[in-house]
C-alpha cells in the first residue's frame, strides 16, 4: 500500500523549534521530489519547501532562513526542520510526492503545482502559541 505518512507536529511556544517527518511505505522516495505544504483555517494550502530527487532545495518567502528540508533515502523519510517558529505558522502541515522533475531554477513551480503530486499524506498539526 502506497502511503505517507507525517509525524513531528505538536505545541509550541513562539521561538520554539519542531522537526517534521514524511516516511514512504509501498515505494521508494529516491525518484521523487517532496514537496512541505500547510494549511491555516480558512486559507488555501499553500506551499512551504521542496526537495528534488537529487537534493536542490526551494523555500517560500515566509520561512527562508527558519526552515530546512533534507532527506534520507535510506530511512525513505524527508525531514523539515522548523526553527523560530511563529504563531502564523500555526497550521496542519502535510508532504507530497511527484514523479515530476524540474529544473532547479524553476523550483517554485515545484511548490506552486499542488495537482502535479502522486500521493499525499494526511498531515500534522503545528500549533505555536504567542
Known amino acids: 500500500q502506497v502511503q505517507l505518512v507525517e509525524s513531528g507536529g505538536g505545541l509550541v511556544q513562539a521561538g520554539g523549534s519542531l522537526r517534521l517527518s514524511c516516511t514512504a511505505s509501498?515505494?521508494?522516495?529516491?525518484?521523487?521530489?517532496i514537496g512541505w505544504f500547510r494549511q491555516a483555517p480558512g486559507k488555501e494550502r499553500e506551499g512551504v519547501s521542496c526537495?528534488?530527487?537529487?537534493?536542490?532545495?526551494y523555500y517560500a518567502d515566509s520561512v527562508k532562513g527558519r526552515f530546512a528540508i533534507s532527506r534520507d533515502n535510506a530511512k525513505n523519510t524527508v525531514y523539515l526542520q522548523m526553527n523560530s517558529l511563529k504563531p502564523e505558522d500555526t497550521a496542519v502541515y502535510y508532504c507530497?510526492?511527484?514523479?515530476?522533475?524540474?529544473?532547479?531554477?524553476?523550483?517554485?513551480?515545484?511548490?506552486?503545482?499542488?495537482?502535479?503530486?502522486?500521493?499525499w499524506g494526511q498531515g500534522t498539526q503545528v500549533t505555536v502559541s504567542s
Open positions: 507530497a510526492a511527484t514523479a515530476a522533475t524540474y529544473p532547479s531554477t524553476a523550483l517554485i513551480a515545484l511548490i506552486e503545482s499542488l495537482d502535479e503530486y502522486d500521493y
Open positions: 509501498g515505494f521508494a522516495l529516491d525518484y521523487y521530489a
Open positions: 526537495i528534488t530527487s537529487d537534493g536542490s532545495t
